[in-house]
C-alpha cells in the first residue's frame, strides 16, 4: 500500500516536471517565431535595399549578389535556420555600411523611408531577440538543474541556443570601398 | 538645467525665504518659552492631584500618564493656532521650492496651491485599488522641452471603512491607500498597448506579466504589457538601469503606467514640497535633494521615453 502510494506520488511529479519542460520548451519556440516574423521582415527590405545602394556604388557587386542569394535560401527554407539568419543579417549590416558613405543616398527620400522602416524593424527584432533569450536562460538553465535535469535527458530535452544578432552599428562592420 | 548644489544654494539663500525662516524660528521660541512651563506646571499638577486620590501604585499611574499626554497634546493643538509665521514660512516655502525646483526641469509652469488634480485623471491608468476618499492640492502644469504637456498633484486616496458590531456601535477604519506625488505626462505618439512597471506588483502570475533580462531590474520591479515587444522596446538597459538607480537614490517606491500616449507616474512619497524641521536652516537639504531627484528622474525617464519611440517608429 505504501509502496503504492509512493511510487504514485513518483510518478506526479515526473508528470509535473515533464509538463514544466513542455510548457518551457514551447514557450522558446513561441519566442523563436516571433523573431522569425520580425526576422522576415527585416530581410524583406533587402531587395529595395540593394536596388537603393546599386545606383550609388558599383563596386560592392559581390555583397550585393552574396546578400540576394543567402536571402533566397533563406526564404526557400521553411524551418527557421538562426544561423543562416545571422549570417544573412551581418550582410545586410554590411550594405548599410556602404550606403553610410555616400552622402547624396543617405539623403535621398527613398533611403531616408527605407531607414525609418530598418530602425523600427531593428528595434523590435531586438525585444524579440531579449525575449526569447530569455526564455532559452530559463529552459537550459531548467533542464540542467537537478532534478529536472533527470527528465531532461529521459525525454531528450535538448538545449536550445541563444540568438546573437548583431544590431547594426557602423563601428562594427569594415567595409573597403573600390576593392 | 542647473545641478542639484547649485540650485541648493540658490535656493537657501533666497532672502525672502530666510527672513520667512528667521521670523518663524523667532515665533517657535517664544511660543517654546511660554508653552514649556505650561507643560511642566499642568503635568505636575495632575501627577500630585491623581497620587494623592489613588496613591502610589503601577496600575493607577497608567490613567495619570494617559491624561498627562492628552493634556500636554491639547496645549500643543492650542499653539498651532499661534504658529502664524511658521505658516507664512511654510506657503513661502512651497512657493519658492515648487517654482525653483520644476522650473529648473519644465517650461511654463504654473502652481496650484489649492487646486487638485481629478480624480478621473488619477483613475485614467486603472490602479489596483479600491478607495473612497480622494484628496488632492498643490495642482502644477508645466511642459517638457516645451512641448509635452505635464501635470501632477500631491494625492491621497483611503478607503474608509464603517462596521457595526453586535452592541450597535459603529467603528470606522481608514486605510491609506496610497499618498504621494501623481503625475501625468501627455506624449504625441501612441504606444497602442498598455505598459506598468510596479514593485511589488501583483501580476506575478498574469499572461501579460513581462520577464526582464536583468536580474537586478526583475529584483526590483514587476512589469505587465499588453504588447510584449513594445514593453521590451521601451524597456531598454538604459531606461531600466534609470528605474533601478533611482530606487538606489532614494528608496522611494513609486509606479509607472505607460497607457497609449499618456504616460502616468505615482511616486509613494507621502507629503511633498512642506518645510523639513526649523532646526536643519530654511532649507532641509536632505529632503530637497529628493524632491530633485524625483523631478529629475520624471524628466530624463519623459525625455528618454518620447525619444525611444520618435526613434524606433514604436
Known sequence: MIIGIVIGIIILIVFSMYNTLVKMRNKVKQAESGIDVYLNQRFDLIPNLVECVKGYSKHEKDIFEKIVKLRTEYMNNKKTNLQQAEKLNNNMNKIIAVAENYPELKASEQYLNLQKNLSKIESQLQAARRIYNNEVTRYNTKIATVPSNIIAGVFGFKEANLFTIEEYKKENIEINLGE | ?314
Open chain 2, 1 to 314: 538645467m542647473k545641478q542639484f548644489e547649485d540650485l541648493y544654494n540658490e535656493i537657501n539663500n533666497n532672502e525672502e525665504l530666510n527672513n520667512a525662516w528667521k521670523q518663524a524660528r523667532e515665533e517657535e521660541q517664544k511660543i517654546k518659552k511660554v508653552t514649556l512651563p505650561i507643560h511642566i506646571v499642568i503635568s505636575l499638577i495632575l501627577l500630585v492631584v491623581m497620587i494623592k486620590s489613588i496613591g502610589f501604585n503601577f496600575m493607577g499611574m497608567l490613567p495619570i500618564i494617559i491624561m498627562i499626554i492628552f493634556a500636554n497634546l491639547i496645549i500643543f493643538v492650542v499653539s498651532m493656532f499661534f504658529r502664524k509665521k511658521q505658516r507664512e514660512y511654510g506657503n513661502v516655502f512651497k512657493n519658492i521650492i515648487i517654482k525653483e525646483l520644476i522650473n529648473n526641469f519644465y517650461n511654463n509652469v504654473e502652481y496650484f496651491p489649492n487646486k487638485q488634480i481629478p480624480s478621473r485623471i488619477y483613475d485614467e491608468p486603472k490602479y489596483n485599488e479600491y478607495y473612497n476618499r480622494y484628496h488632492s492640492d498643490d495642482y502644477i502644469e508645466a511642459k517638457i522641452n516645451n512641448k509635452y504637456d505635464i501635470s501632477m498633484a500631491e494625492v491621497k486616496t483611503e478607503k474608509v471603512e464603517t462596521k457595526r458590531d453586535k452592541d450597535g456601535n459603529t467603528h470606522t477604519t481608514t486605510t491609506t491607500k496610497f499618498h504621494g506625488i501623481f503625475a501625468k505626462i501627455v506624449i504625441d505618439k501612441s504606444i497602442k498597448s498598455e505598459l506598468k512597471i510596479e514593485q511589488n506588483g501583483k501580476f506575478v502570475f498574469s499572461k501579460k506579466r513581462l520577464e526582464m533580462d536583468s536580474s537586478e531590474f526583475e529584483k526590483y520591479f514587476d512589469v505587465s504589457a499588453t504588447n510584449k515587444i513594445i514593453g521590451m522596446q521601451l524597456l531598454t538597459v538604459d531606461i531600466m538601469e534609470e528605474l533601478i538607480d533611482f530606487v538606489n537614490k532614494t528608496n522611494m517606491k513609486y509606479d509607472i503606467v505607460i497607457n497609449n500616449n499618456n504616460i502616468y507616474l505615482r511616486f509613494h512619497s507621502g507629503t511633498m514640497f512642506e518645510t523639513g524641521s526649523l532646526k536643519k536652516g530654511a532649507v532641509d537639504k536632505d529632503m530637497m535633494q529628493k524632491y530633485f531627484y524625483m523631478l529629475n528622474f520624471t524628466y530624463n525617464l519623459a525625455d528618454k521615453i518620447i525619444k525611444l519611440i520618435n526613434e524606433t517608429e514604436i
